[in-house]
């Protein structure tokens, strides 16, 4: 049975639905279970720990896909030493700087332990299924995240519904950890059977360098609108406290699960099948894969929106916290943006396929100002959807952007249409 086979694909997407319905259900219990105020410090440190995930990553993968997607398997030992080279280089440099997030106050000390770890696991993990993307392993890499977020997430709430001493950041933050070593011997066992050639071969320093220069521009404009998701819980919490935080957190991880899915179960298999018809010149394939994708994204982000608003009133008085019921009106601003997000993919897959990077960049670093101006002028009327408003405001400003650059640069007998 190959890769690709319908029920390989059933098998993958299962996976994944099952990983996100955990994690669907896991914020829910961790706000019924935890106080506010820990569910919003829990916002904090996974936002800062998933920010500072680029600054080690840098991004690189932008460049590693489409070097595994373009060669053989006898090349990608290679490819894997010379990537995992420049990560321990950036982990000596990067770690040490993050410890200001600490030194002024950001986060408590008490949590550094696992800020730090969950930055390089998570860093290793999450390279790990990028890789197994690129090469179509798309069901290892659906193990991957179920082993990394899945798993743990019920055992923690299992654990924490049976113990109330459980109820903690510490228990939360070491299940993760446990979970991302568990993920890692996986991967590194699906490795040793993949036939993988290349290990021997010497570092290249002017192949890390080339992929440096392509990622380093994709890097500063995914800081830029990965900054917004960072900035938006510090500002939150500066203008309405800790608790309306912890509501925010609640809402926006019940959000985010659209995307998690689409990243699952759409984009993480049309995009390399886009990228190997744009260099095959295979402009069928390329308009297929492209209508699948526009498809399903409509096709799950409305059911989504329907069934997340017939279900988050019961949930939320099921979690019986007034604090989540006074400001439920945020999750339907912060649906409008994540669907707005999960629409601006499809046009961005279609120009990354294309090598069209530039587009891209531009408009992420075009959303980071757009959405600062935005929620600036919005606190003068709200101090809680401020925040919201402006993340959609970027999100739309990002569609159009990518939108214009995929009709204006596609190639006629990749759209399928005239130009106009």
């Known amino acids: 049975m190959t890769e690709h086979s319908t029920s390989t694909k059933f098998l993958n997407v299962l996976i994944r ?7 669907f259900l896991f914020i829910f219990f961790l706000a019924k279970l935890l106080t506010p105020s820990e569910v919003g410090l829990y916002g904090l440190v996974t936002a800062t720990a998933a920010y500072s995930l680029y600054f080690v990553g840098l991004d690189f993968y932008t460049f590693t896909t489409r070097e595994f997607a373009g060669s053989d398997r006898s090349s990608w030992g290679g490819f894997i030493k010379n990537q995992a080279a420049l990560s321990l280089t950036l982990y000596c440099i990067v770690l040490p700087a993050l410890t200001f997030v600490f030194l002024n106050g950001m986060l408590p000390w008490a949590l550094a332990k696992w800020f730090f770890l969950l930055i390089v696991l998570e860093h290793v993990c999450q390279e790990l299924t990028r890789l197994f993307v690129a090469v179509s392993e798309q069901l290892a890499a659906s193990v991957v995240m179920f082993l990394r977020q899945g798993t743990w997430a019920i055992v923690i709430v299992a654990v924490m519904l049976i113990d109330e001493q459980a109820r903690h950041l510490d228990a939360v933050f070491g299940a993760w950890v446990v979970a991302c070593v568990l993920a890692i011997g996986f991967s590194i066992g ?11 071969v010497a570092l290249s320093r002017q ?31 500066v203008l309405s406290g800790l608790e309306v935080l912890g509501a925010y957190v609640l809402f926006i991880g019940v959000a985010n699960t659209l995307m998690a899915f689409l990243d699952a179960g759409v984009f993480s298999f049309a995009y390399p099948a886009m990228i190997k018809a744009y260099l095959n010149n295979n402009p069928a394939l390329y308009r297929r894969k492209m209508r699948e994708m526009m498809f399903l994204t409509v096709l799950f982000a409305g059911g989504f929106a329907v069934i997340s608003t017939l279900l988050l ?16 009106m945020l999750f339907y601003w912060l649906l409008l943006a994540t669907i707005l997000n999960a629409l601006g993919m499809i046009p961005h897959y279609a120009v990354y396929a294309q090598k069209r990077d530039r587009s891209i960049i531009q408009s992420h670093l075009a959303a980071l100002p757009i959405f600062i101006m935005v929620t600036a002028i ?5 101090s809680v959807y401020a925040i919201p408003i402006g993340l959609c405001a970027s999100q739309f400003a990002i569609v159009v952007w990518k939108l214009r650059a995929y009709l204006l640069f596609t190639p006629v007998a990749f759209r399928g249409i005239r130009r106009v």
């Open 17 to 23: 639905a099952t990983t996100l319905a955990c994690r």
């Open 190 to 200: 699906k490795l040793r059977t993949m036939g993988i050639g290349g290990w021997h």
């Open 207 to 237: 192949w890390i360098w080339r992929g440096v220069k392509m990622a380093v521009p994709f890097l500063v404009a995914t800081l830029a609108i990965r900054g917004m998701l960072t900035v938006d819980r510090y500002w939150l919490q």
């Open 313 to 328: 009133p019961y949930l939320l008085d099921w979690l019986g916290k007034s604090v989540y019921l006074d400001n439920y």
């Open 378 to 382: 919005a606190t003068q009327w709200t």
